[in-house]
Structures are given as C-alpha cells and as structure tokens.
C-alpha cells in the first residue's frame, strides 16, 4: 500500500520560496506517478503539477507555469516542488498524489493515494 507524507509548508512572505517535499512509501517512483494538488478558495482541489519518473512527463498549471519546478528523487523515493515568487494567493493546502499517470496536457490521471496535506501561508 502506497502512502505519502508531505513536508516543507511554512509561512513566507510574497516574492519568497518554499519547498515542499513528499516521501513515497510502498511503490517505487517507476511504478506511479506523482502530482502536487492545492485546495482552491471554492473548496475544489486542483493539480499544481505532475511528474511520471518512468518517462519524465511533467505538467504545470497556469498557477505554477514560470515559478514551480518539480522533481523526484529516484533513491530517496521523493518527490520535491520548488515554489518561487510565491503570491498571497498560494495561501493553501498543498497535498501529495498518487496517480497513475501525468500527462502533460491535462495533469494526473487516475488519482488513487493522497497525503495529509502540508499547509502553506503566503503573506506580508
């Protein structure tokens, strides 16, 4: 069984960095895909980005595209997300998904696992 742990939110100030982190357990990053997901103001999730380690797909939202850079770890078994230029509207919580895989169009396919979430707080 696959689980996953985040780690990395915080509080920052607008125009600063975070790094968010999620530890895979269970799977190999070979296996699976793993996307970044983030709670809009609505209450909707939406994927922040995606990664297939298998054939190094990624995908950025519009959100993410130019300030977020993702990447995995293939012996530690983690996957990172880079946050530059934070604005308040980060303010969030950010979770770590398992999925089948990450298409560069339309993101994660086929979610199956989700972390707990790590909180991120944009503000001045």
């Known amino acids: 069984q696959v689980a996953l742990v985040e780690s990395g939110g915080g509080f920052v100030q607008p125009g600063g960095s975070l790094r968010l982190s999620c530890a895979v357990s269970?799977?190999?990053?070979?296996?699976?895909?793993i996307g970044w997901f983030r709670r809009a103001s609505g209450g909707d999730d939406e994927v922040v980005s995606c990664?297939?380690?298998?054939?190094?797909?990624?995908y950025y939202n519009d959100f993410a595209k130019g300030r977020f850079t993702i990447t995995a770890d293939k012996a530690k078994n983690t996957v990172d997300l880079q946050m530059n230029s934070l604005k308040p509207e980060g303010t969030t919580t950010y979770y770590c998904?398992?999925?089948?895989?990450?298409?560069?169009?339309?993101?994660?396919?086929?979610?199956?696992?989700w972390g707990q979430g790590t909180q991120v707080t944009v503000s001045s």
């Open positions: 998904v398992e999925g089948e895989r990450c298409s560069i169009y339309y993101g994660l396919t086929r979610l199956k696992t």
């Open positions: 269970g799977l190999s990053l070979d296996q699976i895909a």
């Open positions: 990664i297939s380690t298998n054939n190094g797909d990624t």
